[in-house]
Each structure stands twice: as structure tokens, then as C-alpha cells.
């Protein structure tokens, strides 16, 4: 089982960025693939999340408007366009997989990839 996030960098406020969440080993067209992310000092927070059958998304309060997630038609890749970036933003993004449709619980998700860094920044 793998996911691989990518995408992240240093970007001014109000900046853009795609993040790339790359999965293989496990049948993800049946998963919930979620995003979240870990600033520092604070704990891990869902962002956002995509459901496998009728790709149904959910974002968190504070993304709303400004970041969109989407699946590769494929279904082996998961994007977050993330706009408008704010200070706030900067975090340790992570993409994680569910078999539980739509959930927004971090101890659901059975497989996690590995952070990507997101730094907003003037």
C-alpha cells in the first residue's frame, strides 16, 4: 500500500498550489481519500475529503471557497487545489485513505502516505 503527496513549497499569501496524493497496492477506487494536515506544535487536523462512489467532497470550515478536492478519473490520484493561501495554511499536508464513506475521523483512516510542506510566507 502506498500514497505518495506531493505538490507542496513555499508560497507567498494568497498563492496557489496543487497537491498530489499518488496511491497504489490497495483498490482505492472503493476508498474515501481524505487530506490533512499538522502544523506545527498542534494536532492533526482533517482538511477535506472525496468519497469513492459518487466522489461527494467535504471541506473543513476554514477551506471552504478557497481549496478543491478532486480524482483522477482513474481514481489512483487525489488533487487539493489549494487558494488563497494564508499564513494559517502552513502545515504538513497528508493524504490518507478510508473505507468509510465520507468520514472525517483521523482513526478511521487505515493508510496514510507521508507529509508534503506547505509553507505560506511573505
Known amino acids: 500500500v502506498q500514497l505518495q503527496a506531493s505538490g507542496g513549497g513555499l508560497v507567498q499569501p494568497g498563492g496557489s498550489l496543487r497537491l498530489s496524493c499518488a496511491m497504489s497496492?490497495?483498490?482505492?477506487?472503493?476508498?474515501?481519500i481524505g487530506w490533512f494536515r499538522q502544523a506545527p506544535g498542534r494536532e492533526r487536523e482533517w482538511v477535506s475529503c472525496?468519497?469513492?462512489?459518487?466522489?461527494?467532497?467535504y471541506y473543513t470550515d476554514s477551506v471552504k471557497g478557497r481549496f478543491t478536492i478532486t480524482r483522477s478519473s482513474a481514481k489512483s490520484t487525489v488533487y487539493l487545489q489549494v487558494n488563497s493561501l494564508k499564513p494559517e495554511d502552513t502545515a504538513d499536508y497528508y493524504c490518507?485513505?478510508?473505507?468509510?464513506?465520507?468520514?472525517?475521523?483521523?482513526?478511521?483512516?487505515?493508510?496514510w502516505g507521508q507529509g508534503t510542506q506547505v509553507t505560506v510566507s511573505s
Open positions: 490518507a485513505a478510508t473505507i468509510i464513506d465520507g468520514s472525517r475521523d483521523t482513526a478511521d483512516y487505515a493508510y
Open positions: 497496492g490497495f483498490p482505492s477506487d472503493y476508498y474515501t
Open positions: 472525496i468519497t469513492s462512489n459518487d466522489g461527494r467532497t
